[in-house]
């Protein structure tokens, strides 16, 4: 019989593994359907939409899951540093995936077009501005956020094979 065993690593892993999900599951619903949806609205309709939908998002549930992970991957390669070979790539790759794929596009990629379109004043702008504005941050945020999508995908992936892992680690 396997008991549970609730050390630091294990807590902070399981926690990692949960928020990385969480996030994974939020950029694929919003690849699959969020972005496909509002991208069938007419130009003024689906600035509007993501206008509100941005404002809307940063609230603090938003903040933990998002972004938690950065620090829990950070934690996870200090108290995995001395696991087998195998468990601290998976662990470096998973964090390096997150960080970078998931936080630095996000600050560098997605929040710069998000700010664009939040100072803009849509209700002001002619129709032209408004189709030049969709032009500019329509696909270029699609682009960004396929790359969080699958950098969260494959950081979560990897997060529970770790945790496989290291239960097959404790059990031999």
């Given at each position: 019989?396997t ?46 939409s ?66 664009l ?12 501005e408004?189709k ?5 941050f ?17 950081s ?14 404790i059990?031999?």
């Amino acid at each position: 019989m396997t008991t549970l065993n609730f050390d630091t690593q294990t807590i902070v892993v399981v926690l990692a593994t949960l928020l990385t999900g969480l996030t994974a599951g939020l950029c694929f619903t919003w690849n699959n359907a969020v972005t496909p949806g509002v991208g069938q609205l007419v130009d003024m309709g689906y600035l509007r939409s993501f206008q509100e939908m941005n404002r809307s998002i940063i609230n603090p549930t938003f903040i933990l899951v998002f972004f938690g992970p950065v620090f829990l991957h950070i934690a996870n390669i200090f108290l995995f540093r001395t696991s087998s070979s195998a468990i601290i790539w998976m662990v470096v790759a998973s964090a390096a995936l997150y960080i970078i794929g998931v936080g630095l596009v996000t600050f560098f990629g997605n929040v710069p077009l998000n700010e664009l379109l939040d100072k803009t004043d849509l209700m002001q702008a002619s129709t032209e501005e408004i189709k030049l504005l969709r032009d500019k941050f329509e696909s270029k945020w699609n682009s960004y956020h396929l790359i969080r999508t699958l950098c969260a995908t494959l950081s979560f992936l990897l997060l529970i094979l770790v945790c496989l892992s290291r239960n097959n680690t404790i059990n031999t």
